[in-house]
């Protein structure tokens, strides 16, 4: 299981932190991605993170503004948002890929959260 929480109402140019705690599931051997819909829209991946060296990607819509991370020792993954825009309003979901790299296909991933709302008000 993948449980995400954090997310909320804030103003533009506020911050949020989301978690997603991972249970039933080798943690440190898993990719970890944040994923975002919009009400409307695609399934957007936004960030991923490496099993075992950190290394990390970023859709161009957030970097600079958001910074993913894990901590292996609490099965937990990571995305702090900065700078939020209501642009980027949305569901987001946490998920967790047996692979060798970072990526940001939904396709890749086997396990989903099921989602927390970030709202961003302007």
């Known amino acids: 299981d993948l449980v995400e929480s954090g997310g909320g109402l804030v103003q533009a140019g506020g911050a949020l932190r989301l978690s997603c705690v991972a249970s039933?599931?080798?943690?440190?051997?898993?990719?970890m991605g944040w994923f975002r819909q919009a009400p409307g829209k695609e399934r957007e991946g936004i960030s991923s993170?490496?099993?075992?060296?950190?290394?990390?990607v970023y859709a161009d819509s957030v970097k600079g503004r958001f910074t993913i991370s894990r901590d292996n020792a609490k099965n937990t993954a990571y995305l702090q948002m900065n700078d939020l825009k209501p642009e980027d309003t949305a569901v987001y979901y946490c998920?967790?890929?047996?692979?060798?790299?970072?990526?940001?296909?939904?396709?890749?991933?086997?396990?989903w959260g099921q989602g927390t709302q970030v709202t961003v008000s302007s």
């Open positions: 993170i490496n099993s075992d060296d950190d290394a990390t």
């Open positions: 039933g599931l080798p943690f440190k051997d898993y990719v």
């Open positions: 998920a967790a890929a047996l692979r060798a790299s970072a990526s940001s296909a939904s396709t890749a991933y086997r396990y």
